[in-house]
């Protein structure tokens, strides 16, 4: 029950994350944004891994396993956060999120070719509904997008809602989907690499702090980052980087670094196959908390929540394990040996 709820808090702070964050990016810019997370949350592991005392395996880490971690800090911190935040800024994050979610589908095929992990029935029919609600939502109301627009342009209202002063500086939002989905692809590949990165980190350390490897993947993430500070352009887009925005970026990074200290506490005291299907609900509260605190930025109609209701499922399906799916539903024998079939792995 404690890892369950580890798991839940860790899908709800991504979730609320993700809206904090889209707020800033209405009128900041992706750097800006990246400028503030990564260092708060490589502060904010290093401050968590002196609490617990796991500075001094810090020096004990593996070189193989500290190479694996210091990878997948840059390829999730830095890679995969950019094109996340820049497919949120293009398109909200109802229309990015379900194909983001694709990560689960990634991760899936990577663990197949690389670990020969079993891939079945009851996973591809996972797949299936992924794919299928992620395109789903691809086809929102146009008039929908329209309307929100129009509603944000005119300075009205919802209580509850963006302020009208904050309105009043904010463009109208037209979806930019070719490249909001393009983005939201690339973060979800990145995304999807990512765990099998900490896998093979924990495969050749399985004694290694937790802890001490989080705080090697966000210190290489911020060095990776830094380097893009030589570029005088980059220097003055963050050096223009507007009040306003500052407690919004302040708050995203505060709550992705509880997230994934939350992940890691789940993982720790709870099996893989719990964990994974609670995290994937992170999808229904970014549906929500980003429609409450960026309506006027956002699109919500009939396929966005049908789309991200499949995804959500067909993720929960692949994640978790079809033994425990069958035995759990008390299946009739064709039926759980169609669901345990073995197409690879």
């Given at each position: ?5 580890y798991a839940a808090l860790g899908a709800f702070t991504f979730a609320l994350n993700n809206a904090t964050l889209r707020r800033g990016v209405l009128t900041g810019t992706v750097m800006q944004a990246m400028a503030v ?142 490249a909001g989905y393009l983005c939201s692809s690339c973060a979800a590949i990145a995304y999807g690499i990512s765990p099998l990165m900490v896998r093979l980190a924990f495969d050749a350390a399985p004694q290694a702090s ?136």
């Amino acid at each position: 029950m404690l890892g369950a709820l580890y798991a839940a808090l860790g899908a709800f702070t991504f979730a609320l994350n993700n809206a904090t964050l889209r707020r800033g990016v209405l009128t900041g810019t992706v750097m800006q944004a990246m400028a503030v997370t990564v260092p708060v949350g490589a502060f904010g592991f290093l401050a968590l891994a002196i609490i617990v005392g796991a500075i001094p395996e810090l020096l004990s880490f593996p070189l193989a396993a500290a190479l694996w971690m210091a990878g997948q800090g840059i390829m999730h911190f830095v890679i995969g956060r950019f094109f996340n935040y820049r497919a949120s800024q293009l398109v909200g994050v109802n229309l990015s999120a379900p194909v983001v979610q694709l990560q689960v589908v990634v991760a899936m095929v990577l663990a197949v070719l690389t670990m020969h992990e079993p891939f079945t029935g009851l996973q591809s029919i996972g797949a299936v509904l992924m794919l299928g609600g992620s395109f789903l939502t691809q086809k929102h109301s146009v008039q929908g997008a329209t309307k929100a627009a129009t509603k944000a342009s005119s300075g009205q209202v919802v209580a509850g809602a963006i302020p009208r002063s904050d309105l009043e500086r904010m463009p109208a939002f037209r979806p930019h989907h070719f490249a909001g989905y393009l983005c939201s692809s690339c973060a979800a590949i990145a995304y999807g690499i990512s765990p099998l990165m900490v896998r093979l980190a924990f495969d050749a350390a399985p004694q290694a702090s937790v802890i001490a490897g989080a705080v090697i993947a966000y210190a290489a993430a911020t060095f990776v980052f830094s380097l893009a500070l030589l570029r005088p352009t980059v220097r003055r887009d963050i050096g223009q980087l507007k009040r306003e925005n500052v407690p919004w970026f302040l708050y995203a990074a505060v709550l992705v670094t509880a997230s994934q200290g939350f992940v890691y506490a789940s993982l720790a005291v709870a099996p893989l196959m719990v964990v994974t299907p609670i995290l994937q609900l992170s999808l229904v509260f970014r549906v929500l908390l980003s429609w409450l605190l960026n309506r006027e930025y956002e699109v919500l109609d009939v396929s966005v929540i049908v789309g991200s209701a499949a995804a959500i499922i067909g993720s929960i399906l692949v994640s978790m394990s079809t033994d425990f799916v069958v035995s759990a539903l008390g299946l009739p024998e064709p039926i759980s040996a169609a669901l345990r079939f073995r197409l690879a792995g």
